[in-house]
């Protein structure tokens, strides 16, 4: 006996699924800019590799003799795939069904807790998250005949949070975003969105007329150049949606599958022994000079190997995953085109990706140059000393290896959070260098007021105080005290650096798995 007819319906019914939100509602979709949540998909993941579960799932109704009448599709899809042949766990909403919000079903297939989570969770694979869903609706109490207190039982956010500490979880907010799913993104370890096609709040414009009075508009309340540029609430911003997706594979290149493995390793075509001539003349002789900080990046690591996280956030520091020799590391670099003082942006920025790199077991390379904290009252009005500190704090506790470069200026409590202090604190410096509790131009004034004061010739004497000052903190004494681990030429900086991550990459292995974080962070 054949079950042909069954198969038959199983295969009918998944074209029914395919279909999404129907022809129209599609079209509506694609008219917007965007793709459809299967059409993401297929163009995320390596050809041929998408399994998906539940596409089956849905409502349906019948005839009276018993045979489907109609079928909406469930308005998640979800499964697994390859990037880069590596597995992972894929899913989104489909903005095309009843605006890709939950469809009231007792399982989740994904969304905010759910069958896909919980598969990223036990498998220990990345989770990508496609989220483009306007979250709840006060419809549901109609439906469930009462309204639900907020984080009563399981509210979904449980399992994203379990996964945090264990795989790569990666959001891109492909719609508007608000509720549930802006709170998901949040819980990500990078997110990124599509400027002019995607927004993100925690209530949208209309919540906001009722309660303020104002009228705003989606991409003012939260478009790119809000949540990205100003809030740093999303990490990146792609041009379009296929920008986006590129985006998203190239980020997961750099992470491993999860907590208990290393970053994957390329063969590296570029020479670990290159030296640049550029590096022994980009540092100015005036203190005060800006010099092209990414260029400096560029010179030391694989060529073409940078991708910066949050380029236009925070910008007095410079985050980037990079490679050295093949190998996978987390830059950190302080950017003399904005100054290089570390203001309150710039500290959460640092602490963020500090943290993302020693989950991940990603090495950590400073480029330093910074004078110190902002300061002002504004600064202090904005907590800088505290959201400064937390970095300090986590520095504390980092199980990598951290190879610090002193370029130029390292100075004060910034300066600080640039050193391995859990490890080998390991400091290598140019002999551009200067460090200090503080800059000397700055502290002599303070330091020697009353001397000054009593000076036939004040301006005088603080220059001869400079001056003398200057002699002793020269870079050569500290190397002949070994206070800093070696001074080296700027040229040798690329090779010197990936001898010691080779060096290092064994001992890294015996150090995998989630990382302990004991304390209150400040």
């Not at 989770?127 to 306007?134: A, M, S, T, Y």
């Not at 439906?143 to 039982?153: K, L």
């Not at 993302?356 to 077991?361: A, E, H, I």
């Amino acid at each position: 006996m054949s079950w042909s007819a069954e198969i038959e319906e199983v295969h009918r019914r998944r074209r029914l699924a395919e279909e999404c939100g129907g022809a129209d509602a599609v079209a509506r979709h694609h008219a917007e800019g965007k793709l459809t949540v299967r059409e993401r998909i297929t163009r995320l993941l390596d050809p041929g590799t998408f399994q998906e579960v539940g596409k089956l799932a849905g409502h349906a109704e019948y005839r009276a003799d018993g045979q489907l009448a109609s079928f909406t599709p469930h308005p998640y899809v979800a499964g697994i795939g390859k990037i880069d042949g590596r597995p992972v766990a894929v899913g989104g909403e489909d903005y095309t069904i009843k605006g890709g919000s939950g469809s009231g079903s007792g399982r989740r297939k994904g969304g905010q807790g759910g069958f896909i989570e919980d598969l990223a969770w036990r498998y220990r694979v990345p989770l990508v998250n496609l989220i483009d869903g306007v979250g709840g609706s006060v419809e549901s109490i109609e439906r469930r005949g009462h309204s639900t207190f907020p984080g009563a039982g399981q509210d979904g956010f449980e399992r994203s949070v379990d996964l945090l500490g264990v795989v790569p979880v990666v959001s891109a907010v492909m719609g508007t975003a608000a509720g549930g799913p802006s709170g998901r993104a949040m819980l990500s370890h990078w997110t990124i969105m599509v400027k002019g096609t995607s927004q993100i709040f925690a209530a949208g414009p209309p919540v906001i007329e009722r309660a303020y009075g104002k009228k705003v508009s989606k991409e003012e309340l939260g478009g790119a150049q809000m949540a990205v540029d100003t809030a740093g609430t999303i990490d990146n911003a792609a041009d379009n949606e296929e920008d986006c997706l590129r985006q998203v594979r190239r980020f997961l290149s750099y992470l491993p599958t999860n907590v208990w493995e290393l970053p994957p390793e390329l063969r590296c075509e570029d020479p670990v022994d290159r030296c640049e001539d550029a590096l022994a003349a980009i540092i100015p002789r005036s203190p005060r000079q800006p010099y092209d900080m990414r260029k400096l990046i560029s010179l030391v690591v694989d060529r073409a190997s940078v991708f910066e996280i949050q380029p236009t956030f925070g910008r007095a520091v410079i985050t980037c995953l990079a490679r050295l020799g093949g190998k996978v590391v987390g830059v950190i670099a302080y950017n003399p085109t904005h100054g290089g003082v570390v203001d309150v942006k710039a500290a959460r920025k640092q602490t963020h990706f500090t943290e993302l790199c020693d989950s991940f077991n990603i090495p950590l390379v400073f480029l330093v140059d910074v004078p110190g904290f902002q300061i002002g009252m504004e600064s202090e009005a904005a907590g800088m000393l505290r959201i400064g500190m937390q970095g300090r704090y986590l520095g504390m506790q980092l199980t990598v290896p951290v190879y610090t470069v002193v370029v130029r200026r390292c100075y004060g409590m910034a300066g600080g959070s640039t050193v391995d202090r859990a490890g080998l604190n390991f400091k290598i410096a140019w002999p551009s260098a200067e460090w200090g509790s503080l800059p000397i131009e700055g502290g002599v004034k303070a330091a020697y007021r009353r001397e000054l004061e009593a000076a036939p010739d004040p301006a005088r004497r603080e220059q001869e105080i400079e001056a003398e000052l200057r002699r002793l903190a020269s870079p050569f004494r500290t190397a002949e005290a070994f206070a800093v681990e070696d001074l080296i030429d700027p040229r040798e900086t690329r090779p010197y650096l990936c001898r010691f991550l080779e060096a290092a990459w064994p001992g890294m292995r015996t150090r995998v798995g989630p990382k302990a974080r004991p304390g209150v962070r400040p």
